[in-house]
Antibody, heavy 114, light 110 residues
Framework: QVQLVQSGAEVKKPGASVKVSCKAS????????ISWVRQAPGQGLEWMGW????????NYAQKLQGRVTMTTDTSTSTAYMELRSLRSDDTAVYYC???????WGQGTLVTVSS | QSALTQPASVSGSPGQSITISCTGT?????????VSWYQQHPGKAPKLMIY???NRPSGVSNRFSGSKSGNTASLTISGLQAEDEADYYC??????????FGTGTKVTVL
C-alpha cells in the first residue's frame, strides 16, 4: 500500500533553516510528484509547492519563493523540503502528499521559537 | 492566489444530508475539473474524499458525493453519521499551475 513517512518534530530558532523528509513506499516513486502542504495551529491548509520525482522540476507558491527548496533522492524514494530564514509564523504541521494530494504523510510539526 | 471560499461551519442531525460549497473563480474551480475534497479529523492528516469534482477513491463511502457548477463546487454528505464530524477542505488546480485550498468547513453532527 502507498505510504509516506515523514521525519520527526523539529524546534528551530528564528532565522534558522529546517529540512523535512518524506520517504515513499508502495508505488513507483518516479511516476508521481510530491506536494508539500502546511497547516498553522488552528488554521487551514496552505499549498507550498510541488516537485516532480521524475525530473526534479519544481513549482513553488509565490509567497515562499526564495525561502523554500524541494528536492528528491530517487535512490531512497525520499523527498525533502527545506525552509530557510524561519519566522514564528512558519510554525506549522508540514505534510507531504503524493502528486495530486491523494496520499498524505503523517505530518511533521515545526516549531519556530526563540 | 486567494483561498477558495467555504462556509465556516455546517451542521446536521444524524441521517440528514448536508452540502458544503466551495467558491472560486474562472482561474481555478471554474476553469478545471480538478477539484478535490478532504476530510480532516483533529490531529490527523487530511484524507482524500473526492477527486476530479465527483470521483470517489476506493474505500470512501458512497454517502459522499461531489459536483460543480460554474465557479462553485459542492460536497454533499448524505445519511450523516457521527464519524463524519470533522473539518472539510476543498482544493483546486489553478491557471498558475498551483493548487489552492478552501478556507475549511467544520461539520458538526447534532
Amino acid at each position: 500500500q502507498v505510504q509516506l513517512v515523514q521525519s520527526g518534530a523539529e524546534v528551530k530558532k528564528p532565522g534558522a533553516s529546517v529540512k523535512v523528509s518524506c520517504k515513499a513506499s508502495g508505488y513507483t516513486f518516479t511516476s508521481y510528484g510530491i506536494s508539500w502542504v502546511r497547516q498553522a495551529p488552528g488554521q487551514g491548509l496552505e499549498w507550498m509547492g510541488w516537485i516532480s520525482a521524475y525530473n526534479g522540476n519544481t513549482n513553488y507558491a509565490q509567497k515562499l519563493q526564495g525561502r523554500v527548496t524541494m528536492t528528491t533522492d530517487t535512490s531512497t524514494s525520499t523527498a525533502y523540503m527545506e525552509l530557510r530564514s524561519l519566522r514564528s509564523d512558519d510554525t506549522a504541521v508540514y505534510y507531504c502528499a503524493r502528486a495530486q494530494l491523494d496520499y498524505w504523510g503523517q505530518g511533521t510539526l515545526v516549531t519556530v521559537s526563540s | 492566489q486567494s483561498a477558495l471560499t467555504q462556509p465556516a461551519s455546517v451542521s446536521g442531525s444524524p441521517g440528514q444530508s448536508i452540502t458544503i460549497s466551495c467558491t472560486g473563480t474562472s482561474s481555478d474551480v471554474g476553469g478545471y475539473n480538478y477539484v478535490s475534497w478532504y476530510q480532516q479529523h483533529p490531529g490527523k492528516a487530511p484524507k482524500l474524499m473526492i477527486y476530479e469534482v465527483s470521483n470517489r477513491p476506493s474505500g470512501v463511502s458512497n454517502r459522499f458525493s461531489g459536483s460543480k457548477s460554474g465557479n462553485t463546487a459542492s460536497l454533499t454528505i448524505s445519511g450523516l453519521q457521527a464519524e463524519d464530524e470533522a473539518d472539510y477542505y476543498c482544493s483546486s488546480y489553478t491557471s498558475s499551475s498551483n493548487y489552492v485550498f478552501g478556507t475549511g468547513t467544520k461539520v458538526t453532527v447534532l
